[in-house]
Nanobody
Framework: QVHLVESGGGLVQTGGSLRLSCAASRFTFSSYTMGWFRQAPGKERQFVATISANGASTAYGGSVQGRFTISRDNAKNTSYLQMNSLKPDDTAVYYC???????????????WGQGTQVTVSS
C-alpha cells in the first residue's frame, strides 16, 4: 500500500518560514510527479506546487509564486515545500500527492497523504 506522510507543519507568524516534507514509500517515487495542495476550512482543495519526476520542471499556483519552492530528493524518496514570507491566507491543511503525469490538475494525482496543518498568525 502506497504511503505518503507529510511533516513540518505548525504555527508561524506572518512573514515566517516553514519547510514541509513528504516521505514516500511502497511505490517507485522517482517515476512520479509530486505535488502539494492545500485546503482551508470551507474552501476547495487548491493547487500549490508540482515537480516532475526528475525534478527538472516545476510549477506553482499564482498565490505562492515567488514565495514557495518545491524540491525533491529521489535518493531519499522525499519531496519538500519551502514556504517563505508566509501570510495568514496561507493557513490550511497541506497535502502532498503523487501522479504518473506532470501537471497541476488535481485529478492527475492518485496517491495522497493525510495532510499537515499550517497556521499563520497575524
Amino acid at each position: 500500500q502506497v504511503h505518503l506522510v507529510e511533516s513540518g507543519g505548525g504555527l508561524v507568524q506572518t512573514g515566517g518560514s516553514l519547510r514541509l516534507s513528504c516521505a514516500a514509500s511502497r511505490f517507485t517515487f522517482s517515476s512520479y510527479t509530486m505535488g502539494w495542495f492545500r485546503q482551508a476550512p470551507g474552501k476547495e482543495r487548491q493547487f500549490v506546487a508540482t515537480i516532475s519526476a526528475n525534478g527538472a520542471s516545476t510549477a506553482y499556483g499564482g498565490s505562492v509564486q515567488g514565495r514557495f519552492t518545491i524540491s525533491r530528493d529521489n535518493a531519499k524518496n522525499t519531496s519538500y515545500l519551502q514556504m517563505n514570507s508566509l501570510k495568514p491566507d496561507d493557513t490550511a491543511v497541506y497535502y502532498c500527492a503523487a501522479a504518473r503525469s506532470y501537471g497541476p490538475g488535481i485529478h492527475n494525482y492518485e496517491f495522497w497523504g493525510q495532510g499537515t496543518q499550517v497556521t499563520v498568525s497575524s
